[in-house]
């Protein structure tokens, strides 16, 4: 009889916990057990190894093509409006997991097996935000740029936001917030939107 859903999604939470307060080095498999209520005989048979359980903790943790496809960013003919709430979309996203990527970003420099399992997200991310681009240019709602440089650019603006509060707890070079995310959504927009 294999393990049950619940029992995995157990250790899968007590993991992402203990990896979230202690890292990946101060995580043992005896914490990760008693933190799921399970014996280390039943973490091993479920998943083999610490190694293992991080690895599916960063892939569950960063599985987002349900929640862009739900978002659906679409021109709506305000790009202010579309970029501000892609933006607190983003932030959110982002920030929730700040801590999470933190322990990615030191673990792929020691296992290039962590980057596979993450590197998906920010081009889904940056996919998803080109797109955007593309129909707001088609539409007629921007000037005709390239699409795929501008998503770049919004996103370098939240991702250097989620560095800064992975390792050193806060964005310590502006505060972000609603009102921030709407201005930088104005200030892209004015650069972006054709006069009319």
Known sequence: MGPTPDTNTRILDAALRLFYQNGYDGTTTRAIAEGAGVNEVTLFRNFGSKEKIFLAVIERETDVVADIEEFGLRPSGNVEDDLAKAGERIHHEMVSRAKLVKIAMVEASKDPRVWDSIGHVPFQV??????????AKEAGHIRDVNSKLAAVSFFSFFFRSMVATAFLGQDVFIKMGQETIREFAGIMARGLVVEG
Do not use: H, P, V
């Open 126 to 135: 940056l996919g998803m935000l080109t797109r955007y681009f593309d129909e």
